[in-house]
C-alpha cells in the first residue's frame, strides 16, 4: 500500500488513534482481517466513512477479503508517527502532572518524558527530579522538545505556553481551563476536564 498524506484532513487524523487501538486489540486475537462493515461495529462509525479514510490513507481493501490488519496498522502508525520517539515535557505537577509523568503507556508508545517542571521544585519517588520552573527557559534553550503537556495552574497557563512556543515546542497537550493564543505551526490540544464534564451534564440535561 502507497501511502498519501496530502489529502489528509484534521477529522480523519483524529479518527486515527481510535482504529489504532482496535487494530491492536485484533492483532492481540490473532485476527488476520477485518472488513469495512465489522469496523464499523467496533468503532460507531459507517463503513462508507471508514472505506474513505482508509483509501486517503492509501490504504485499499482486497475484495471479498477485507482489510489485512497488520499492513493497515502500520499505515496508521506510520501516519500518527506511532514508530518514532517524541521528546516530551510536562509542565505543572499537581496530581494531574504526576500521574501522567507515572503513565508507563506514554515511553511504550514512543512519548519519552525527558524532564518536569513546577512551582515547588521537589523529588518525587519513581520520577526524575522536578525542576524549578524558572528553569524552562534554559532548558529549552539547551533541549529540543517536541510536545509539552502543560498541566500548570490556570494563571500561568498562557505565560508558559508563550514561553513554550517561543522557545520551539511545536505541540501543547493543554490540560488547563484557558485557551492558548499560541503562534501559527504550533499545535494545541485541549484537555480540559471540566470542558468534557460540562459537556457530560449538557447531554444529561437533555434528557430531563
Do not use: W
Not at 486475537?29 to 486517503?56: H, M, P
Amino acid at each position: 500500500m502507497e501511502l498519501t498524506t496530502k489529502n489528509i484532513t484534521m477529522p480523519i487524523l483524529r479518527r486515527l488513534p481510535k482504529y489504532r487501538r482496535i487494530l491492536i486489540d485484533l492483532i492481540n486475537e490473532c485476527r488476520n482481517k477485518i472488513s469495512s462493515k465489522e469496523l464499523a461495529q467496533l468503532t460507531g462509525l459507517t463503513s462508507s466513512q471508514i472505506r474513505y479514510d482508509f483509501n486517503v490513507l492509501g490504504a485499499s481493501g482486497y475484495q471479498g477479503y477485507g482489510y489485512k490488519v497488520e499492513e493497515l496498522l502500520k499505515v496508521i502508525e506510520e501516519v500518527l508517527g506511532s514508530n518514532l520517539n517524541h521528546s516530551c515535557i510536562v509542565v505543572g505537577m499537581d496530581n494531574r502532572g504526576i500521574t501522567l509523568a507515572q503513565d508507563k503507556q506514554l515511553s511504550k508508545n514512543g512519548f519519552i518524558v525527558k524532564a518536569l517542571f513546577d512551582n515547588y521544585p521537589r523529588r518525587l519517588e519513581g520520577l526524575p527530579k522536578v525542576r524549578n520552573i524558572k528553569d524552562l527557559e534554559n532548558y529549552l534553550r539547551e533541549n529540543s522538545i517536541d510536545i509539552a503537556i502543560l498541566t500548570a495552574e490556570d494563571k500561568q497557563a498562557s505565560e508558559l505556553a508563550n514561553l513554550l512556543a517561543q522557545s520551539g515546542v511545536k505541540a501543547i497537550l493543554n490540560f488547563t481551563n484557558r485557551d492558548l493564543d499560541v503562534p501559527d505551526g504550533v499545535f494545541v490540544e485541549n484537555a480540559s476536564a471540566m470542558d468534557k464534564l460540562y459537556f457530560l451534564a449538557s447531554l444529561l440535561t437533555e434528557k430531563t
